[in-house]
């Protein structure tokens, strides 16, 4: 079990959520699928909320947040980011 399946093992359900950019980026939606707060998250990657939703809204992080972010859901960066077609 992931660490964020740990973590989102006893929280309710909620919607996906939607970001569309050059990358696509799918935090939200594989974060809101575990049940999971934008501050559940950042907490347990060493962030703050706001930066966290930043990244999740597609801001720009560096490689070593985005490994931190991939590691904690237990996906790739590319399933994370994929690349939007078109």
Same mark, same amino acid.
């Given at each position: 079990? @992931? #660490? $964020?399946? +740990?973590? *989102? !093992?006893? !929280? #309710?359900? %909620? /919607?996906?959520?939607? =970001?569309?950019?050059? &990358?696509?980026? %799918?935090?939200?939606? =594989? ?6 707060? @934008? %501050?559940?998250?950042? !907490? /347990? =990657?060493?962030?703050? *909320?706001?930066?966290? &939703? %930043? =990244?999740?809204?597609? *801001? ?5 947040? *985005?490994?931190?972010? $991939? $590691?904690?859901?237990? +996906?790739?960066i590319e399933e994370i980011w994929p690349r939007a077609a078109g």
């Amino acid at each position: 079990m @992931t #660490p $964020a399946e +740990k973590l *989102a !093992k006893n !929280k #309710p359900a %909620r /919607a996906n959520g939607r =970001i569309k950019a050059v &990358w696509v980026c %799918r935090l939200e939606e =594989i974060r809101t699928n575990l049940g999971l707060s @934008t %501050r559940d998250v950042a !907490k /347990a =990657i060493g962030s703050n *909320a706001s930066n966290y &939703w %930043r =990244i999740e809204q597609g *801001a720009e992080t560096s490689l070593t947040n *985005a490994r931190k972010i $991939a $590691a904690f859901f237990g +996906k790739s960066i590319e399933e994370i980011w994929p690349r939007a077609a078109g």
